[in-house]
């Protein structure tokens, strides 16, 4: 399976593009959406770093930074984390083939190896009794 991933990456066979100028175009559209909505951004977060040390006790300056510090951390720790492991996954799939993963292509994609001569045996539901030619 890693010989046909490496086939597939180097001749550049990969069925990736309309999903990354997708994926493109969708993330120009965001980033001039917040750019747009960019100067109100400060004083929402300060409403919701207020409201959320509100919840820990008095509303302090020391708790609104705290809190704040620790929202904003763990969002951009959270979208990274994310970010990355759905990006693995997704680019392992786009690597693999249907009959990789879906039983019903198994069978009917049978491959050789460059090395091999015979013709692959595939083995059929009912035909373990029947000789082969």
Same mark, same amino acid.
């Given at each position: 399976?890693?010989?046909?991933?490496?086939?597939?990456?180097?001749? *550049?066979?990969?069925?990736?593009?309309?999903?990354?100028?997708?994926?493109? %175009?969708?993330?120009?559209? !965001? +980033? @001039?959406?917040?750019?747009?909505?960019? *100067?109100?951004?400060?004083?929402?977060? @300060?409403?919701?770093?207020?409201? +959320?040390?509100? !919840?820990?006790?008095?509303?302090?300056?020391?708790?609104?930074?705290?809190? @704040?510090?620790?929202?904003?951390?763990?969002?951009?720790? @959270?979208?990274?984390?994310?970010?990355?492991?759905?990006?693995?996954?997704?680019?392992?799939?786009?690597?693999?083939?249907?009959?990789? %993963? !879906?039983?019903?292509?198994?069978?009917?994609?049978?491959?050789?190896?460059?090395?091999?001569?015979?013709?692959?045996?595939?083995?059929?539901? *009912?035909?373990?009794?029947?000789?082969?030619?």
């Amino acid at each position: 399976m890693l010989k046909r991933i490496q086939a597939r990456r180097a001749s *550049g066979s990969l069925p990736i593009q309309n999903l990354e100028d997708i994926s493109d %175009w969708l993330t120009k559209i !965001i +980033v @001039g959406a917040t750019l747009v909505q960019l *100067g109100s951004l400060p004083r929402r977060f @300060g409403q919701l770093a207020t409201f +959320v040390s509100s !919840i820990f006790g008095n509303p302090s300056e020391q708790n609104k930074v705290m809190t @704040g510090s620790i929202i904003l951390y763990s969002a951009i720790l @959270g979208f990274l984390a994310i970010y990355l492991g759905a990006r693995s996954i997704v680019m392992f799939l786009f690597y693999l083939s249907p009959s990789d %993963w !879906i039983p019903e292509y198994q069978d009917i994609q049978a491959e050789t190896d460059p090395g091999e001569t015979e013709e692959p045996q595939i083995e059929r539901p *009912g035909s373990a009794n029947r000789p082969n030619p």
